[in-house]
């Protein structure tokens, strides 16, 4: 079983207790994201969004884009 993208959790402010919290429009929520959603999330947007001029690309390497990915993953996952 996969774990979900995000889950909300409600602290109770008078026992301080947490509970997983499944109405995520409430306001007490506190939202978690798992880290691997977030980099893959942002490797979307950065191959959406920049764009390079890979003239010089030897067919069998990593074009300057993915370069880029990988080295953001390794970044993020420090």
């Keep these: 079983m996969e774990a979900p993208e ?3 959790i409600i602290i109770d ?3 301080g207790s947490m509970c997983v919290n ?3 429009n409430d306001t007490n929520n506190i939202e978690y994201v798992r880290k691997d959603s977030v980099i893959e999330k942002a490797c979307r947007f950065i191959k959406e969004r920049l764009s390079f001029d890979d003239s ?3 067919e069998g390497e990593d074009c300057m884009l993915d370069k880029v990915i990988k080295d953001f993953k390794k970044y993020m996952k420090e």
């Design 56 to 58: 010089w690309h030897v």
């Design 6 to 8: 995000k889950i909300y």
């Design 22 to 24: 499944y109405d995520k």
């Design 13 to 15: 402010p008078v026992w």
